[in-house]
């Protein structure tokens, strides 16, 4: 459920960073707007590592989505970095390749979880 919801958030704030972006070139404050939506992708990226190694070491689970969550984080970084260093022509690229990644892995997390149901306990 944790890493589901983080999965979500992280899509979300992927959402909303090309929609700051456009804020950016068209609007005074657009950079701090985008600036903040940076922050929350980031923010969202160590959430999602995090539940994903929540779900595995002490939940018992598969240790098989850490490698995407790890690479996702990776990415978010050179991703602010490419921003931070204005390399327009990686940043564009490289943010709706982010926002594919997280649509990938809210799919697979929402189909794990419909293909493992909760075994529900002997009925009286």
Do not use: C, E, N
């Amino acid at each position: 459920m944790f890493l589901r919801v983080a999965i979500i958030l992280q899509t979300v704030a992927l959402f909303t960073a090309p929609i700051t972006a456009g804020l950016l070139l068209s609007s005074p404050g657009g950079r701090t707007l985008h600036s903040v939506s940076a922050y929350g992708v980031f923010a969202a990226a160590v959430l999602s590592l995090v539940a994903t190694i929540l779900v595995w070491r002490p939940g018992g689970g598969s240790s098989r989505p850490i490698l995407p969550a790890a690479g996702f984080f990776g990415l978010t970084l050179a991703q602010i970095a490419l921003g931070i260093a204005d390399v327009k022509t990686l940043h564009f690229p490289l943010g709706v390749l982010l926002f594919g990644m997280s649509v990938l892995q809210l799919r697979q997390v929402w189909t794990a979880r419909r293909a493992h149901p909760a075994v529900a306990g002997p009925t009286s």
